[in-house]
C-alpha cells in the first residue's frame, strides 16, 4: 500500500516489512545457496512470521475494533491488514511450492523426508522403541471431546488434531473422540533421525513419530482408526499491565508475559486436509473467529525449525566455516584498557570474535585499577558470558551497575531471570526508564589511569555476535566517554537534564540533530559543495524524515542506502528520490549494523549507533549514535557500505513496488559483499602479520 501525498510517497510499513520477509523466502530458492541453508531460510521466514502475526498483525486488528467501537473506522487502517493478508496468502503458496522443491533436492542428496507411512520393518521397529523408552512419557493427550471448559495452550507450539473412530461402524459402537497432543519440541528436536540404510539418510517429522504411534497412546479407548493433522495458532502478544502504584515493575512484567500467554487468537493454521467436522471442533474449541486470519496448508506448520535442520555430517551442504578474523593489536596486548587508551579500537562482529569484547569485561572485573563498571543490558545470550563478567567483577569489590531493559519483545521473561541473579550477587540492577526503552548499547569503564567506554549498533549477546553483523567502538576519547557516563546517570536519575555535544541521543536530541545533518547536505548541495548521505540500517520508515530525504535528494545530494528491513521510500520518483538509491542485503549474516556518512561540505562526518529511523526510536527510546573519529576506523566503514552497494549477487532492489529484483551492476564479475568483506579483513590481518615478521627479521 502507497501513500501519497503532495510532500512524500511512502509505503506502509507492515507491508514494507512483508516485501523484506519475502526477500528472505527468496533466498530459500536460490540456488547460489547451499542446500541446507535454504531450509535454514525458509525457518527464518516462518519465525519471521510468526512473529509479525503476534504483534503487527495483532496491532492493527486492535486498531481497527477500537475504531469499531468509537463508530469511526480508519478506512487506511483496513487496506493496510487486507494488503498484508493478500501478500501472506501469495507468499504461503510460494513457500510450500519452496518447501517442496527442497524435499525433492533433499532426495538428490540421498536425504529422505520420510512419514509414518513409508517406514521399513527395521524402521518401525526402531520408532517404536523411542516411543517406548523415551516419547512415551512425554505425550499428554487431551480428550477434548470429553472437555467442557477451553484447554490451556501454548501459541509456540504445534499440535496435533486427532479423529479417533472405527473403521468399520456397528449400530452400538460407532462414536468418535476428538483429542489434541503437543509435540513435545523442547524436549525433543523437531527432525528424528532414523537408522541409515545404506546410502539413504531418513528423516521424520516427530509429529510422523507421533502419528505412527497413535494406536499405542489411544489403546484404552478400544478404537481403531486414528486421524492426526496438524495445526497452530498464533495469540496476540501485546502485554497488558496492572497499573497498581504498589506492585514492583519486576512483578508488572512477569504478570504481562503471563497475559501473553493467554492473548486472543489471530492466526489459525490448519492441514487443508483436515476434515471439516473436525476442524468445526477445533475452532469452536480455540474460539477461532471468523474474523481470524486462517491459513489452509500443508502437511507441516511451524517450520522455524527448518533452522535446525539435521547437518548429518554434510558440511558440503552448509555455507563454508568463517572462522573470525584475529585482531593483531588485540593478541599483542597484555592490556586491552591501555591499548584502547592509546587509540581507538572496534570490532565488527562476526567477523571479528565477540570474545574482545568479554575479554576486555574479564579484565575489568580482576584489574586493580579499575572501580567501576555500567552497561547497558537489552537482550543476552542464554548462559551469558557478560553476565558472568560482571558477577566476577561484583564479587571482586568493583562497584558494578546494570541497566536491564525489560520489556525487549520476547526477552522479558529470560532479563527478568537475569535482572534477579545479578540483584542477588551485589549488582545494582536498574530496570530501564519508565515510559521509554532504553535500546543503546554501552558500556563504561572507570578506571584510576582513565576512563574507557563502548558503544555498539548491537546488542552485548554473544549468540547473536555469530551471526548478527555489528560494531562496537571502544574509546578513550574524553569528551565522548564522559558524556556516555553522563547519559548512564540520567538512566540512573531520570530527572537529570544532560546535554550531549558529542552524542546523538534519543529522545531528547536525536531527530533534531539528525534532519540537521540532512538538511546541511541539502545546504551543501544548492552551494555546489560535496553533499552526499550514505546509510546503512535496519529500518527507514518515520515520514519526517523521510520528508527531509526527498527534499534532499530534490536538491541533489546523492543518498545511497543499505536497508535490510522496513523502507518506506519510494526511490526513482521524478523531481522527488531520483537521487535515492536503496539495497538490502540477505546474506549468511543478518544486516544489522547501523552507520551514517555524511559529505558534509567534503569533511566527512561519521556516526555508529543503535537507533533505525523510526518513531518509536526517535521519540520513545533511548538511543545513541557515537562520532567516529578515528581515521582507520572511518576508512573501515565506509568499505563496508561500499561493498554493498557494489553486491550483485545478494543486493536487492528496494524502491517500494516489492519485486525484489537483484541489483545489477555494470561490472560482470560476481561481488557478494559479506564474502569479499571477510576476505578484505583476512588479507588485512595477515598482510599485518607479515609486516611485524619482517621487522623482526
Known sequence: ???????????????????????????ASNQ?????????????????????????????????????????????????????????EVYTKDFETTFLALHAELQNENIFL????????????????????????????????????????????????????????????????????????????????????GEKNCIMFLEDVIRFCLPRIFAQLNHDKYEAYTIKFTRDAEMEFDNTAYQSILDKISKGVKSRKSGLPIRFVYDREIPADLLRFTEKLLKIEKNDVHVSGGRYHNLKDLISFPLLKRNELKYTNHPPIPILAF?????????????????HCPYH?????????????????????????????????????????????????AIVELLARFDESSNINWAKKMQDTGIKVILGVEGLKVHSKLAHITARKGNIACIGTGNFHEGTATVYTDFTLMTAHKSIVDEVESLFEFLEQPYLNPSFKQLIVAPQFMRKKIIGLIKTETENAKKGLPAYILCKINHIVDEKIIDKLYEASNAGVIIKLLVRGNCSLITDVPKLSENIRTL????????????????????????????????????????????????????????????????????????????????????????????????????????NLFEKDQAII
Open 1 to 27: 500500500m502507497i501513500k501519497k501525498s503532495k510532500k512524500n510517497y511512502t509505503v506502509n510499513r507492515d507491508v514494507s516489512w512483508m516485501y523484506f520477509n519475502r526477500r528472505i523466502l527468496d533466498e
Open 584 to 687: 538490502g542485503i540477505i546474506d549468511r549474516y543478518l544486516e544489522h549494523s547501523r552507520v551514517l556518512i555524511f559529505a558534509n561540505g567534503g569533511e566527512e562526518r561519521y556516526f555508529i549507533g543503535s537507533a533505525d529511523w523510526m518513531q518509536r526510536n526517535l521519540d520513545n527510546r533511548v538511543e545513541v549514535y557515537t562520532p567516529v573519529y578515528d581515521p582507520e576506523f572511518q576508512k573501515q566503514l565506509k568499505t563496508v557500505i561500499e561493498f554493498g552497494l557494489k553486491d550483485n549477487v545478494k543486493a536487492r532492489i528496494v524502491d517500494g513496488s516489492g519485486k525484489n529484483e537483484l541489483n545489477t551492476t555494470s561490472d560482470e564479475t560476481s561481488f557478494r559483499s559479506q564474502e569479499e568483506l571477510y576476505n578484505f579483513y583476512k588479507n588485512n590481518y595477515e598482510a
Open 353 to 401: 570474535s565477540f570474545d574482545n569484547f568479554i575479554r576486555l569485561l574479564r579484565e575489568s572485573a580482576i584489574s586493580p585499577e579499575v572501580k567501576e563498571i555500567k552497561i547497558s543490558i537489552y537482550r543476552l545470550a542464554k548462559n551469558s558470558k557478560v553476565i558472568k563478567a560482571l558477577i566476577c567483577a561484583a564479587m571482586n569489590g568493583k562497584k558494578v551497575t
Open 331 to 347: 593478541d599483542e596486548s597484555i592490556s586491552l584498557i591501555s591499548l584502547i587508551r592509546k587509540k581507538d579500537q572496534y570490532l
Open 114 to 197: 520420510v512419514n509414518e507411512s513409508q517406514l521399513s520393518a527395521g524402521q518401525k521397529e526402531f520408532v517404536d522403541t523411542f516411543y517406548r523408552e523415551e516419547l512415551m512419557n512425554s505425550l499428554f493427550p487431551i480428550l477434548v471431546s470429553r472437555m467442557s471448559v477451553e484447554p490451556v495452550l501454548n501459541d509456540k507450539s504445534i499440535y496435533l488434531a486427532v479423529k479417533i473412530s472405527d473403521s468399520i461402524k456397528q449400530e452400538k459402537k460407532n462414536k468418535k473422540e476428538y483429542a489434541l497432543i503437543e509435540i513435545p519440541t523442547e524436549e525433543f528436536t523437531r527432525f528424528f533421525v532414523l537408522p541409515k540404510e
Open 32 to 88: 547460489t545457496n547451499p542446500l541446507l541453508e535454504r531450509l535454514s531460510f525458509l525457518g527464518i521466514y516462518s519465525n519471521n512470521l510468526d512473529e509479525f502475526f503476534q504483534v503487527r498483525v495483532a496491532t492493527l486488528r486492535r486498531m481497527i475494533e477500537i475504531e469499531e467501537n468509537i463508530h469511526h473506522v480508519n478506512t487506511d487502517t483496513k487496506k493496510v491488514l487486507k494488503k498484508v493478508l493478500k501478500l501472506n
